[in-house]
């Protein structure tokens, strides 16, 4: 049986990114904090997958103060979101694949 990887990201690789990916999926907008909650990792850990995927032009990036204090929000872009998809759709086939 061959099995075929084609259509996986490899921006999609780490656990982070795609649960990133995931939650902005669901969700049109969320802040750092949340993310960082949702995901159970570090400050800096989450810094540096958000900006490799900012990097891809798979998020956006809106910063904004709320009572004096940063905010920041992440949103998924078009881009991004197709790719997340194509990305899915590829890890689909593949399982299908494998246990056909």
Request: aromatic share 8%.
């Amino acid at each position: 049986m061959k099995i075929t990887i084609n259509g996986l990201h490899k921006a999609f690789e780490s656990r982070i990114k795609l649960g990133i990916m995931a939650a902005l999926a669901i969700n049109n907008m969320l802040d750092f904090n949340s993310l960082k909650e949702f995901l159970d990792v570090t400050d800096g850990n989450l810094a540096s997958h958000l900006k490799a995927l900012e990097k891809e032009e798979f998020i956006r990036v809106e910063k904004s103060f709320v009572d004096k204090k940063s905010n920041t929000n992440y949103a998924a872009t078009e881009l991004g979101r197709k790719a997340f998809t194509d990305h899915l759709n590829a890890l689909e086939k593949l399982i299908k694949g494998v246990t056909e």
